[in-house]
T-cell receptor, first 116, second 112 residues
Framework: GAVVSQHPSRVICKSGTSVKIECRSL??????MFWYRQFPKQSLMLMAT?????????EQGVEKDKFLINHASLTLSTLTVTSAHPEDSSFYIC????????????FGEGSRLTVL | KNQVEQSPQSLIILEGKNCTLQCNYTVSPFSNLRWYKQDTGRGPVSLTIMTFSENTKSNGRYTATLDADTKQSSLHITASQLSDSASYICVVSASNDYKLSFGAGTTVTVRA
């Protein structure tokens, strides 16, 4: 089946630093990728929709200057958490939509960010 | 208000027993409904995806039903196993913009 890879799976950083998370669709092209944030025991919260070759669409309340999204190719989207603070600690998950009549969606394994 | 409501929020069942999870939605116009299984600390994995014309779809011991008239779906787990312990998320897609609406999930705990 289709695979979406996220890297890194875990990252610990100091407050004030920036962290980049990569999301790759390994065996299909994804013109649209999605980034989510998930707090413990809560469901996924959509942060932004990433479209290849254009600017990302952010959900209400998500700071676009804080969470930079780049979708430079049909198989890669990146999320950069800039000037990270402890409250940014969370589980970040990406998903990629496979083109087709149902637009099947595949999720990455997630990236656990801990900001000290 | 969330357009996808799941119930129960959590449940505990004994190994070998069956259980049913519910998903009610108000998303319109409807495109498809998906059930995902998410193990703790992992990304969600697709179980089933159902379009308007499909009433039932099975994936091993998982059987999903869809009633597009009443806008309800269920996920039935048969002969539960310890590995079924996870969060089950219902996701509904609108046909006009393919925007996805997520349910809050049902946490299932299977005990020996």
């Amino acid at each position: 089946g289709a695979v979406v890879s996220q890297h890194p799976s875990r990252v610990i950083c100091k407050s004030g630093t920036s962290v980049k998370i990569e999301c790759r669709s390994l065996d299909f092209q994804a013109t649209t990728m999605f980034w989510y944030r998930q707090f413990p025991k809560q469901s996924l919260m959509l942060m932004a929709t990433s479209n290849e070759g254009s600017k990302a669409t952010y959900e209400q309340g998500v700071e676009k200057d804080k969470f930079l999204i780049n979708h430079a190719s049909l198989t890669l989207s990146t999320l950069t958490v800039t000037s990270a603070h402890p409250e940014d600690s969370s589980f970040y998950i990406c998903s990629a939509r496979r083109q087709g009549s149902t637009g099947e969606l595949f999720f990455g394994e997630g990236s656990r960010l801990t900001v000290l | 208000k969330n357009q996808v409501e799941q119930s129960p929020q959590s449940l505990i069942i004994l190994e070998g027993k069956n259980c049913t999870l519910q998903c009610n939605y108000t998303v319109s116009p409807f495109s498809n409904l998906r059930w995902y299984k998410q193990d703790t600390g992992r990304g969600p994995v697709s179980l089933t995806i159902m379009t308007f014309s499909e009433n039932t779809k099975s994936n091993g011991r998982y059987t999903a039903t869809l009633d597009a008239d009443t806008k309800q779906s269920s996920l039935h787990i048969t002969a539960s196993q310890l590995s079924d312990s996870a969060s089950y998320i219902c996701v509904v897609s609108a046909s006009n913009d393919y925007k996805l609406s997520f349910g809050a999930g049902t946490t299932v705990t299977v005990r020996a």
